[in-house]
């Protein structure tokens, strides 16, 4: 049987991907955020996942602004390194699991969940960052990946509740896989954030702070934040985070927290960073 043995979160800065393609990250700007992750890839190398599956949000990279879907889940072979402007990442290409993403789409969907199915797709730093924080820089990425693009790009983007129930049906989905598989669900984006405009920068410690806790403790606190309440308290961007309640849906209800790391600044967004496992 495959199973999901812990929930990764991290922010998808798209900067921290330049400074790694660029070789800054010993930079004093940059060195204290890639200390934080020093040890989330030494408990990424021990814990040697099969699959990863990746929720995160494409912005405007494989989707234009033509057609959003809310939950496109990807089922290729391969994913490429999207061109965001500067031509695509020097990042190895994303190996899928087709099969094991085949399963997912049928168990979900027959769930509930009109998931889109993407046969063919580029990932951008909402996927490729996370994946270097978690990773490195290796020359190809150690394992599988799912990745789940999920719309918080253009409103409505889905609840947070309804974010949590799409883990729960993912993790019935991947229990239900014959095959012995070692899982890691990862959310990225977050945390405060907001890009543009007069609260431009904007970080509520606080809001995220709380998030955190509550990530480990009590998700039925975050699964209810409405909408307005991130964009009001945390930024318009802070959005993001109903991404991290995929992940925790996916999760036991109890779990334990490994790590987590919190870094201001990067940009205009507050890194935050958790591991969660599940105890069995
Ligand atoms: C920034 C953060 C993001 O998540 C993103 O998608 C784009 C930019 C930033 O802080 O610069
Ligand atoms: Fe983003």
């Given at each position: 049987m495959a199973r999901i043995v812990a929930g990764v979160t991290a922010s998808h800065v798209p900067a921290i991907g330049a400074a790694l393609d660029l070789g800054k990250t010993e930079e004093p700007y940059w060195r204290p955020l890639f200390k934080g992750f020093e040890r989330s890839k030494e408990w990424m190398a021990k814990t040697k996942p099969d699959v990863v599956i990746v929720a995160y949000n494409d912005h405007a990279s494989a989707f234009s602004v033509e057609i959003i879907p809310t939950f496109a889940l990807g089922c290729a072979a391969e994913f490429p390194p999207a061109d965001e402007g500067w031509g695509p990442r020097p990042v190895p290409v994303v190996k899928g699991h087709p099969v094991l993403a085949a399963d997912i789409a049928q168990s979900v969907i027959l769930d509930g969940f009109d998931l889109t199915i993407v046969n063919k797709?580029?990932?951008?730093?909402?996927?490729?960052?996370?994946?270097?924080?978690?990773?490195?820089?290796?020359?190809?990425?150690?394992?599988?990946?799912?990745?789940?693009?999920?719309?918080?790009?253009?409103?409505?983007?889905?609840?947070?509740?309804?974010?949590?129930?799409?883990?729960?049906?993912?993790?019935?989905?991947?229990?239900?896989?014959?095959?012995?598989?070692?899982?890691?669900?990862?959310?990225?984006?977050?945390m405060s954030h907001q890009i543009s405009g007069p609260r431009a920068g904007l970080i509520n410690r606080e809001f995220d702070t709380r998030f955190l806790d509550n990530l480990t403790k009590d998700p039925q606190a975050l699964v209810r934040i409405p909408h307005l309440e991130y964009v009001r308290e945390a930024g318009a961007e802070a959005i993001e985070l109903v991404m991290w309640l995929i992940m925790r849906g996916a999760l036991d209800d109890e779990v334990e927290e490994v790590y987590r790391f919190y870094h201001v600044p990067a940009s205009n967004t507050a890194v935050g960073h958790i591991i969660l496992e599940n105890k069995q």
């Open positions: 797709m580029e990932v951008d730093h909402g996927l490729t960052v996370p994946l270097n924080l978690l990773f490195g820089q290796p020359k190809e990425w150690p394992c599988r990946f799912i990745p789940l693009a999920v719309n918080v790009v253009m409103y409505p983007p889905p609840t947070g509740q309804r974010c949590y129930m799409l883990g729960k049906a993912i993790r019935k989905a991947v229990e239900s896989f014959d095959e012995d598989l070692k899982v890691v669900i990862m959310g990225t984006g977050g």
